[in-house]
C-alpha cells in the first residue's frame, strides 16, 4: 500500500478515496490514517463511543472510518476510508460514487474540459483474496 501511496504523492493526484472489507482494516487505519491506538482499544474494551447522557450506541470496530492528508514533499493528498457495510462488497459502488462526485464538483477526468481520465482523484478498492492449493 505504501509504494502505491507514495507513487500518488508524486504524481497530480490530490485525493484518493478507499473502500474495504474488514480483514487488515484496523492496521490501515492505525498504520496509514494515524487512527488513535487507545481510541481503538477503548472500542476493544466495550466502552461506549458517546457520554453517558445521551442514548446512543456506536458501531462495530472493523466499520470505522477515518480520513487524513498524507504529505509528500510539498504536495498532500487528502486519503479517506469508507464505511464498510456487513456486506462487504456494498461498498464498491458507494465509492465508485463518492469518486465520480468529487471528480465532477473538481470538473476533473469525464467532466472536464478535455473528456480525459481523471489525474487528481483515485479510487481504491481493496479485496480479500482466497487462494486454495490442491496436493497434486
Do not use: W
Not at 487488515?24 to 457520554?51: E, Q, V, W, Y
Not at 510539498?74 to 468529487?102: F, I, Q, W
Not at 477526468?109 to 480525459?116: A, L, Q, R, T, V
Amino acid at each position: 500500500m505504501f509504494p502505491l501511496l507514495l507513487l500518488c504523492g508524486q504524481d497530480n493526484l490530490e485525493q484518493l478515496v478507499m473502500a474495504m472489507p474488514h480483514r487488515g482494516r484496523l492496521n490501515l487505519l492505525t498504520g496509514i490514517f494515524n487512527f488513535s491506538p487507545a481510541r481503538m482499544f477503548s472500542k476493544i474494551k466495550g466502552n461506549p463511543d458517546f457520554p453517558a447522557k445521551y442514548v446512543a450506541s456506536g458501531d462495530v470496530l472493523s466499520h470505522l472510518i477515518a480520513s487524513t492528508n498524507l504529505k509528500y514533499g510539498d504536495k498532500s493528498v487528502h486519503l479517506s476510508l469508507l464505511y464498510n457495510p456487513s456486506h462487504l462488497e456494498a461498498v464498491n459502488p458507494v465509492s465508485m460514487g463518492k469518486t465520480r462526485a468529487k471528480q465532477m464538483l473538481s470538473a476533473d477526468g469525464d467532466y472536464g474540459p478535455n473528456n480525459e481520465f481523471s489525474d487528481k482523484i483515485l479510487n481504491i478498492q481493496l479485496c480479500q483474496v482466497k487462494v486454495l492449493i490442491k496436493n497434486a
